[in-house]
């Protein structure tokens, strides 16, 4: 039988298995590093369906690692799971997980006989700290052929492209006193804080429109009568590439440091968690994902036609830096919702989502046989032939 045939009757034989996972983990939403219940449910079905599981792994406890095939390329799966805080599933990791877990399903009985490994690597904390980059310095992805995953989103989009992003938490030291009787002994660290604010809004008139630099005040005071002694800020900075990322964040910086100057205060500038590098798509299997994802019926936009400027960030960009890699988003019919919206959670158990899930799962797996069966393993990395 036609080895796409097979990949999508094993797919199917456990589709109504993958939209219950789906819609559990849509349930029961855990934030980054905390999806132990949302790695436990992944490993019982991977464990079931023949995988070889090691769980946790890498180092990571909420982390797992699902093997099949004995010998030749390997191709990791990234299944992500965790939510973001207040708005459950709204970046649809649910279906994300669901999709990784059908395709390795529907690749894992071929893997032999075409002469590939598959894993299905569950990748912790996408959304904050890095989670695939805690797992790149384990080792996890050396020797790896290719990577792949699929990611929920209003519009079908092959190729995205995301900015490289660096996080900052930034503290401004003053000293309290009365706000009446002696506020001239006091200095104002909120006055720092709103200086910054307004002199990186000041900033944005040169930044180009791949520069994005949005942040909240964190910690803003105590108490209308006393001068705060301390604030605190968290910020994300990104660009397109991570040569203008450290040129924006110099700009940035200075920002909170002239505040500091303005105001007497001292400021402390610290990364949060890892830096995200821009995404390098792997031009073959953008070609071989976009024609599978035709013939399913699903035709795929490109990054080409879209606004640059109307990108996210992934960790999967840093894997994409040292494996051939492709992360293609998948309309589930959600506008005017979009990700990291409560409206848009809702979508992803929908028939729309769902359908995201069935076409993610056989357009990941369809472009490793297409891969398998052409040999076109020593193209991977390079420029489209
Ligand atoms: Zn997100
Ligand atoms: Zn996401």
Same mark, same amino acid.
């Given at each position: 039988m036609d080895p796409k045939h097979v990949v999508r009757d094993r797919f199917s034989a456990v589709?109504? +298995?993958?939209?219950?996972?789906?819609?559990?983990? /849509? =349930?029961?939403? !855990?934030?980054? /590093?905390?999806?132990?219940?949302?790695?436990?449910?992944?490993? !019982?079905?991977?464990?079931?369906?023949?995988?070889?599981?090691? /769980?946790?792994?890498?180092?990571?406890? &909420?982390?797992? +690692?699902?093997?099949?095939?004995?010998?030749g390329p390997e191709v990791v799966i990234c299944a992500e799971y965790d939510a973001l805080p207040e708005v459950g599933h709204a970046c649809g990791h649910n279906v994300i997980a669901a999709a990784a877990c059908g395709a390795g399903v529907g690749l894992a009985g071929l893997a032999d006989d075409l002469g590939f490994r598959i894993r299905v690597l569950g990748t912790p904390a996408e959304e904050s700290y890095g989670g695939k980059i805690d797992l790149i310095e384990a080792g996890a992805f050396e020797g790896a052929a290719a990577a792949m995953m699929v990611h929920p989103s209003p519009e079908d989009v092959v190729d995205p492209s995301f900015l490289a992003v660096a996080h900052i938490d930034i503290d401004f030291h003053g000293k309290e006193s009365h706000a009446s009787f002696r506020p001239q002994l006091g200095v104002n660290a909120l006055d720092a804080a709103v200086q910054a604010y307004v002199s990186i809004s000041t900033l944005r008139q040169s930044l180009y429109n791949t520069d994005k630099v949005h942040g909240v005040i964190t910690h803003g005071g105590g108490a209308p009568n006393v001068i705060p002694p301390h604030t605190s800020m968290a910020f994300y900075v990104r660009a397109a590439t991570m040569d203008r990322l450290s040129e924006l964040k110099q700009r940035v910086?200075?920002?909170?440091?002239?505040?500091?100057?303005? &105001?007497?205060?001292?400021?402390?500038?610290? @990364?949060?968690?890892?830096?995200? &590098?821009? $995404?390098?798509? =792997?031009?073959l299997m953008v070609e071989m994902y976009a024609a599978n994802s035709e013939l399913l019926g699903r035709p795929m936009g490109r990054a080409l036609h879209h606004d640059p400027g109307a990108a996210g960030s992934t960790d999967m960009a840093n894997v994409s830096r040292i494996v051939p890699t492709i992360h293609p988003m998948l309309g589930i019919n959600s /506008? @005017?919702?979009?990700?990291?919206?409560? !409206?848009?959670?809702?979508?992803?158990v929908? @028939?729309?989502?769902?359908?995201?899930?069935?076409?993610?799962?056989?357009? $990941?797996?369809?472009?490793?046989? =297409?891969?398998?069966? &052409?040999?076109r393993w020593n193209d991977l990395g390079g420029a489209l032939a």
């Open positions: 589709e109504s +298995d993958l939209k219950g996972i789906s819609r559990w983990l /849509y =349930d029961n939403p !855990e934030p980054a /590093y905390q999806e132990h219940a949302s790695s436990a449910r992944l490993v !019982e079905f991977l464990r079931s369906a023949g995988f070889a599981v090691e /769980y946790p792994a890498w180092g990571l406890e &909420t982390a797992f +690692d699902a093997r099949a095939g004995s010998s910086e200075a920002c909170f440091e002239a505040a500091a100057l303005a &105001t007497g205060c001292s400021v402390e500038i610290k @990364p949060r968690g890892h830096t995200y &590098t821009e $995404m390098h798509n =792997d031009p /506008y @005017p919702a979009v990700n990291h919206q409560r !409206e848009f959670a809702a979508h992803t929908t @028939p729309d989502g769902e359908q995201a899930l069935r076409d993610g799962a056989l357009g $990941m797996a369809w472009t490793v046989v =297409d891969i398998a069966t &052409t040999g």
